[in-house]
Nanobody, 115 residues
Framework: QVQLVESGGGLVQAGGSLRLSCAAS????????LAWYRQAPGTQRELVAA???????NYADSVKGRFTISRDYAKNTVYLQMNSLKSEDTAVYYC?????????WGQGTQVTVSA
């Protein structure tokens, strides 16, 4: 069974960068999809970035060109590199994985972007 443990959230100034990490206790190399979601107060949880089984990545228009999802097979970890952060990026970020018909969520990590 896969357990996702997130880290890397915090407070950052606008224009700065953060890298979120999502370490899986179980092997996620067979995952159909690896993704990052986020949810700001009063909003629905939205898909930010996803890596599908074929290795291609998709991004929300709001983060395209600024965020990058990546994977380290040796460390069994998924990353979200966030550059040129804006106040609109403030949200709780969640790691997500789907594998063999099962879905898994991380606990969420707060990202706050200040002026």
């Amino acid at each position: 069974q896969v357990q996702l443990v997130e880290s890397g959230g915090g407070l950052v100034q606008a224009g700065g960068s953060l890298r979120l990490s999502c370490a899986a206790s179980g092997n996620i190399f067979r995952a159909n999809i690896l993704a990052w979601y986020r949810q700001a107060p009063g909003t629905q949880r939205e898909l930010v970035a996803a890596m599908v089984s074929g290795g291609n990545s998709n991004y929300a228009d709001s983060v395209k060109g600024r965020f990058t999802i990546s994977r380290d097979y040796a460390k069994n970890t998924v990353y979200l590199q966030m550059n040129s952060l804006k106040s609109e990026d403030t949200a709780v970020y969640y790691c997500f994985a789907s594998q063999l018909g099962y879905t898994y969520w991380g606990q969420g990590t707060q990202v706050t972007v200040s002026a």
